[in-house]
């Protein structure tokens, strides 16, 4: 079992940037997939940017490519993604997901087995 711990959420106004942490309990090294999704509400939860923690490949969404991004630092056991650039549409609630994995770019939000809480991002205009 693995529990993962987001912070650093807020508010912003367009253009601004923010940065958001994911903590896991244990270390995310091996051949996991971990994930930043995104839920609105009353839409549907999106992923936004994926990253194979085995051999750093990542994967981002049209919608934030180039104005986010996602890492990892293995010592910290943490998973991070810097917001900039950040717009309206950004406005959601922000969860951490992770799940052993032999690839990452194709999964979809049921295939992760670990979750976060979430953690509110709210861009004014």
């Known amino acids: 079992q693995v529990q993962l711990v987001e912070s650093g959420g807020g508010s912003v106004q367009t253009g601004g940037s923010l940065g958001l942490s994911c903590t896991a309990s244990?270390?995310?090294?091996?051949?996991?997939?971990m994930a930043w999704f995104r839920q609105a509400p009353g839409k549907e939860r999106e992923a936004v940017a994926r990253?194979?923690?085995?051999?750093?490949?990542?994967y981002y969404a049209d919608s934030v490519n180039r104005r986010f991004t996602i890492s990892q630092d293995n010592a910290k056991n943490t998973l991070y993604l810097q917001m900039n650039s950040l717009i309206p549409e950004d406005t959601a609630m922000y969860y951490c997901?992770?799940?052993?994995?032999?690839?990452?770019?194709?999964?979809?939000?049921?295939?992760?087995?670990?979750w976060g809480q979430g953690t509110q991002v709210t861009v004014s205009s």
């Open positions: 990253i194979y923690t085995f051999r750093g490949n990542t």
């Open positions: 244990r270390t995310m090294s091996g051949r996991y997939c």
């Open positions: 997901a992770a799940t052993p994995a032999a690839g990452c770019q194709w999964l979809r939000a049921a295939d992760y087995n670990y």
